[in-house]
């Protein structure tokens, strides 16, 4: 054996991360047209790059609901530059990369990770899907089938989260912005072809509406790539003529969310599951109008969403797992028929969305309903100090290189810039300190008293 007080010989020499003040900085530039790019380098050999789009649901009221559904489906199919999707993912592979897409009611996300080393050809791989999609019939048809299982799927599935929190949107902002369907309806398949999704990228996929963000990379090389692939070389929609016809009657919607309130109810045979052995649920989801992430109350609700927390029932038990939040302690450990219940809360950038997830046994409907609106009314009780320890929580998030990412350009795609963790820290302190979550809670709590005006 080699002796432990002595380097090992033909070894090369480990290069150890350090603490750089230019790794703790986010990089903002805007480019020619307007185009936004943002970076923070960190230590390793993989990055993380994509483009944030001010693009989603909310946006489709003068389109037949599916949009952004179709899109989802369609990203990362063939291109100008890659007639064959394939070449595509050949490529990609080469750099050890993987690369995704997410559709959300007010954001689109093309993203990729893979060695800083095929930078390069990573950006211009998104510049090709993002700008320059083909968009042929024969992937539009894949896509229509793929939407039309997914739709026949949805209410056979054990989780029900994803027709949940569209119909909890749908009643709290009924038929405008937010309220719109993030799903294709089966009434919408057939009207969404090649013409209109080429008019609605035309008119949504522009420089002023995205963010290119990076995690992991060089800011310079990172404009440099963003320069020749997104700002020198065209939209496809801009150089080839014929792909749609334009309407002036359709344009961006601006509309500011307009709060309703209200009730969605679904009415659902049981499952093909439930004959596996799997219990037969029923759902709710109970919500209230939030505050927008640019309120000055936002960090105290998103404190006051984590305070609340909860998950499934199988977690809830047993001393060591810490599961502290207020939905186990208080609602999971104490009722043996809750299967689960979890707090969501939904910022935008001009409204949000606090609600609570629950399921049991259907002949317990009632007290469900009964147990989760009076957890939510006690929060005007009082907050103990241990329920606001929450900075670790924020930071060990942030050591994920994706959402690193994801926040960086969301941030930056909302504000033009990005505060630090620091900031935040800072600002849970201060909510505390100063007594604005409690002035929060009570508000929620009084306002659910008001709605639901429990004994």
Not at 48 to 75: C, Q
Not at 225 to 245: C, H, I, M, N, S
Not at 360 to 382: L, Q, T
Not at 448 to 453: C, G, Q, R
Request: proline share 5%; hydrophobic share 35%; with cysteine.
């Amino acid at each position: 054996m080699p002796p432990m007080d002595k380097p090992v010989l033909g070894l090369p020499k480990p290069i150890y991360a350090s603490l750089k003040k230019e790794h703790q900085t986010t990089q903002v530039t805007v480019l020619s047209n307007g185009l936004r790019v943002a970076s923070e380098d960190r230590f390793g050999e993989f990055c993380t790059v994509g483009v944030v789009i001010d693009s989603g649901s909310r946006y489709e009221v003068a389109y037949p609901s599916g949009i952004s559904h179709f899109l989802e489906k369609l990203a990362f199919n063939s291109t100008q530059y890659y007639p064959d999707k394939d070449e595509m993912f050949n490529k990609l592979e080469k750099h050890g990369g993987i690369c995704d897409s997410q559709a959300s009611r007010d954001t689109f996300i093309y993203a990729a990770s893979a060695y800083k080393s095929g930078l390069n050809d990573v950006i211009h791989l998104l510049a090709e899907a993002t700008l320059r999609p083909q968009i042929t019939p024969s992937e539009i048809d894949g896509a229509r089938q793929a939407i039309s299982f997914e739709l026949e799927t949805l209410n056979m599935r054990p989780e029900q989260e994803t027709l949940l929190m569209d119909m909890i949107h749908a009643a709290a902002y009924r038929d405008n912005t937010l309220g719109l369907s993030k799903l294709c309806s089966k009434k919408n398949l057939n009207k969404i072809d090649r013409e209109l999704l080429f008019t609605y990228l035309s008119q949504h996929y522009t420089p002023e509406r995205m963010v290119v963000a990076g995690v992991g990379v060089e800011h310079n090389k990172l404009c440099e790539a963003v320069q020749k692939y997104f700002v020198d070389k065209k939209p496809v929609w801009e150089t080839e003529r014929g792909l749609f016809t334009p309407n002036k009657n359709v344009s961006v919607d601006d509309s500011i969310a307009q709060y309703t309130g209200g009730f969605v109810q679904e009415e659902c045979d049981i499952p093909q599951f439930a004959s596996a052995g799997l219990p037969v649920l029923s759902h709710i989801m109970i919500g209230l109008e939030g505050c927008s992430h640019q309120d000055p109350d936002f960090i105290a609700i998103c404190v006051l969403n984590m305070m609340l927390g909860g998950g499934g029932s199988f977690s809830a038990g047993g001393p060591g797992k810490g599961m502290y939040t207020r939905l186990y302690t208080k609602v999971l450990n104490r009722y043996h028929w809750m299967y689960s219940a979890t707090a969501y809360n939904h910022a935008y950038a001009d409204t949000g969305l606090l609600c609570i997830h629950a399921s049991a046994p259907p002949n317990h409907v009632k007290e469900m309903v009964e147990v989760v609106v009076k957890e939510m009314v006690n929060m005007a009780g009082a907050v103990n100090g241990q329920e606001l320890r929450l900075q670790s929580m924020l930071l060990m998030n942030l050591e994920s290189r994706p959402v690193v990412f994801e926040d960086i350009g969301r941030q930056v795609l909302a504000t033009g810039h990005r505060k630090r963790p620091q900031h935040f820290i800072s600002e849970i302190d201060y909510s505390v300190h100063n007594q604005q979550l409690q002035h929060e809670v009570i508000y929620v709590g009084c306002h659910l008293w008001s709605m639901f005006k429990l004994d």
